[in-house]
């Protein structure tokens, strides 16, 4: 009887021409109630995808803020269209989706979809936290994943050769080869100590990769993540706007290097701005790349401006390519880079590394600072005189030994009361910062003296000095996780 009771509600769930919110609660729900308003929750996520799995209309999936979903598998959502996943109530946490950590497999599955927004929730555990799945050849579009926190997403099986099990907090991938995937949005995120932040493959046997084109990846803050940061391969008209990647390094040797930006094949145009990459590390002295980023294989078209990357282990960016040619039409342009490719013993060293003759492009109006002795600005072993780039307007200073000035980051500390301060021992500098993991700007909000009021929920606060007259100095984080009544500080080493 009951199993026919739950058979009529999920048919009524699908085949009813209105919107329908559903809601679920761990707390306070039951698999026996309706599920359709905060009053009556289902309790599981297993029993609110048996009812919604194939609904074809503009609904809602909400989870109760301040709850804990664990899941000894992933929670698998099938052939949904205009849903969105959310949340619902008063608390300040999100609602957290956890496995155990290792955990083989996705978190939260979402598979043959179209119209999908994630929003407002927390993802812990699994070999990928959010995986968007295609099986059947069509086309789908319109994805956003917004103000979520994804923690502790780590593969299995790591191979320190191939890289073939890393976990990603975000990832898109097909069984088959042509499935085409269309804007989508990944916007104001946290992620942090997973593997990877976003790829459009999946680590299982059987999978491929999803061309993803029209994709906007903008004001995520990524910390204290390993191996490949963000994989931009196979894709096209792609933007990545105003994140900061602060302090990721690999907990492994992997031996064809790291980077928090890599890309791949990318055509058309694509625009990398306004981002802050720090403190890119690598697993250890001698080991391969651990540069910003890396122009790994064949792009074309891409606008890399407005960026600042500062104290990467290897080159600030690589431009590699796999063939001699390859990596063309390139424009560098309004970055700064400060102490980058200093620590690189290998050729992938300096603040620019020219890898493979024949890359072309325009390298305009950059800036390189370094106060340490024999950083280049530009590696041009491999490519001597770079005679495909036209060079206009770099200032390069403090290079081989002359004095720069650079101010220090700003000391922070946690009161009892949970109020963050902060000051800057440099005099003549201005504290400005974020709290949507974007980079810190002249036009930010001032930090304020009296201290930051912190809440219950994980929050990026970016801090940065900046001088009255001059370039903007390096940043700090501060991550407030949710469980604890103290917050963490954390603070990059």
Known sequence: MRLALICIIAQSFAQSAESVDIYVSSSSGSDTNSGISPASPFQTLARAAQVANGILRESSILLLRGDTFLQSSAWFLQSLRNVQIGSYGSAMRR???TREVPASGPTVTVDNSSGITVSGIEVV?????????????????????????????????????????WGSAIAFAATHSGVQVSQVTIAHNLVNGSDVFYSNSVPYAGWTRAYVTHLLIASNAITSNSYNTLFLDTTSFVSVLNNVFLDNRPTALFTAGTTDIIMGTLNASNVLAGNELSGRGEFQPGGPDGCAIDFETNATGVSFTDNYISRSFGAGAMIFGHVTG??????????????????????????????????????????????????EALNQAHDPGIPGWVLEGNTISGVDGAEVLVASPPLLSLLPNRTLTASSPTPGTLLHFTLDGSRPRKDSPQFPASGLELTDRATPVFIKAFWSAGLPQGSEVVRVESESAGGIFAPPE
């Open 125 to 165: 555990g699994g070999e990928n936290g959010l995986a968007f799945t295609f099986g059947e050849s069509a086309e789908y579009s319109n994805f956003t994943v917004q103000d979520c926190f994804f923690n502790q997403i780590s593969g299995l099986h790591y191979n320190a050769s191939s890289g073939s099990w």
């Open 95 to 97: 609602p957290r989706i």
């Open 326 to 375: 390859s990596n063309t039409g390139l424009l560098l342009t309004n970055n700064t880079f400060i102490n980058c490719g200093c620590q690189q013993t290998r050729d992938d060293h300096g603040a620019i590394a020219f890898m493979r003759p024949g890359s072309s492009g325009l390298l305009s109006d950059n800036i390189f600072l370094s106060t340490i002795h024999g950083c």
